[in-house]
């Protein structure tokens, strides 16, 4: 046998088979098929035949529900070899070239968006979250990391997360104690990288190379309204305390500037308020009509 037999051969066999007569023309028991399993009304014309193998056939009808616009009823119908009896396979509604179809489902995780929590949710975080890493505590085990009421503790899809418990008061005179008092009694603390992502996040919209920041006479650096940070951020960044500032209450770059900086423009003092000059403690006298006055007496004397 040659080369060019086999080939020709086996591109015969990998092939779709043509359409089995028997299983094309059950066009009526796959309709009734169709019907039994959708509502009644919503199972259209018959638009085409196509052929899954030996014997296995799917035929198509139109879908006239107005929810399911391009979708198409699918049912596949199969004989046995040698038997002249067609039986039913699958029945199945199935989308068509020009079919709507739901957005692609995306994890929470990536659909959630700054501003999107409001009051009672809860957004719980991994346990090998990068922004965090391990704090000081002063105790033998870790508490928790994450606090809550009793209250919230109903508002927890346990198929997500699952609560935890405020940690006990320590003991006074423990360790675990002074490490409250310091401030450090802490399950997890930020990272550098968590340090770095703010601080990306910060200098983006509040930095130096903003609009506004091109725009300012001045940087932050020198402006009487900011509040610096504490820590390691302190060099770089601190809060707006201008309430007429765009970012007041925001966390803003010291490069980051804005018209109003309080030595953009400084307003004059007002002109001192000149004295008085009529005085309302003296009385007058004047001389009424036709009155001699004092000195025309003086004079007829």
């Not at 919503?42 to 056939?57: L, Q």
């Not at 009421?149 to 418990?165: F, K």
């Not at 490490?179 to 910060?202: F, I, K, M, P």
Request: charged share 25%; with cysteine.
């Amino acid at each position: 046998m040659s080369a060019a037999t086999t080939r020709g051969r086996t591109a015969r066999t990998a092939r779709t088979p043509a359409p089995d007569r028997l299983c094309a023309e059950a066009v009526d028991l796959a309709r009734a098929a169709a019907e039994e399993a959708a509502a009644p009304g919503v199972v259209g014309e018959h638009v085409g035949v196509v052929s899954e193998g030996d014997r296995v056939v799917t035929h198509y009808f139109e879908c006239e529900d107005p929810g399911y616009r391009g979708w198409r009823w699918a049912v596949t119908v199969a004989r046995a070899s040698r038997a002249k009896n067609v039986t039913l396979d699958e029945t199945v509604l199935l989308p068509g070239s020009d079919a709507i179809l739901a957005p692609e489902w995306v994890p929470w995780s990536e659909r959630l968006r700054p501003g999107d929590m409001g009051p009672g949710d809860l957004l719980p975080t991994e346990a090998d979250d990068l922004r965090l890493e391990p704090g000081y505590t002063g105790a033998d085990e870790p508490p928790p990391n994450s606090p809550v009421t009793g209250e919230l503790a109903e508002l927890v899809d346990v198929e997500d997360a699952e609560l935890t418990t405020r940690p006990g008061p320590a003991a006074r005179g423990s360790i675990a104690a002074v490490a409250e008092e310091l401030g450090l009694r802490r399950a997890r603390v930020l990272s550098r990288y968590g340090l770095h992502s703010a601080a990306d996040r910060w200098e983006e919209e509040f930095g130096p190379k903003t609009p506004m920041a091109q725009a300012a006479p001045a940087s932050c650096a020198s402006c009487a309204f900011l509040m610096p940070l504490a820590g390691s951020l302190r060099q770089a960044f601190g809060v707006c305390a201008n309430e007429f500032a765009p970012a007041d209450g925001r966390v803003v770059s010291l490069s980051y500037g804005c018209g109003g900086h309080s030595e953009a423009a400084v307003m004059p003092k007002p002109p001192a308020a000149v004295a008085h000059r009529l005085d309302t403690v003296r009385v007058d006298e004047y001389a009424l009509h036709g009155e001699p006055s004092s000195s025309e007496d003086a004079g007829d004397a």
